[in-house]
């Protein structure tokens, strides 16, 4: 019905800069809130940010300052700006979204597959 398709993950020095796209298509009513997670290797998954439909933003206290979500409502895209980037930053990132679909008209819960990032020293 809905699918979320990530972009941009790769390999970079630290210091560096990416650009995570994940763009939502289907059976799609209205994007509610979007969200950026990680997971590490052994790690749990954890919340890098978040996005309201309004453009209100949350961020962990891990990735303040250098990380930047935004989204565009028209594309149905949700970004993430990723500067001054660390080896502690090397993980898959996963986007999610509140998704209200035409089929049922209910919200649920929508992932993308992932993408890998990785920092090096």
């Known amino acids: 019905q809905v699918q979320l398709v990530e972009s941009g993950g790769g390999l970079v020095q630290a210091g560096g800069s990416l650009r995570l796209s994940c763009a939502a298509s289907g059976t799609i009513l209205r994007l509610n809130a979007m969200a950026w997670y990680r997971q590490a290797p052994g790690k749990q998954r954890e919340l890098v940010a978040t996005?309201?439909?309004?453009?209100?933003?949350n961020y962990a206290d891990s990735v303040k300052g250098r990380f930047t979500i935004s989204r565009d409502n028209a594309k149905n895209t949700v970004y993430l700006q990723m500067n001054s980037l660390k080896p502690e930053d090397t993980a898959v990132y996963y986007c999610?979204?509140?998704?209200?679909?035409?089929?049922?008209?209910?919200?649920?819960?929508?992932w993308g597959q992932g993408t890998q990032v990785t920092v090096s020293s």
């Open positions: 996005i309201t439909s309004d453009g209100y933003t």
């Open positions: 999610n979204a509140l998704v209200v679909v035409t089929t049922t008209m209910t919200q649920q819960l929508y």
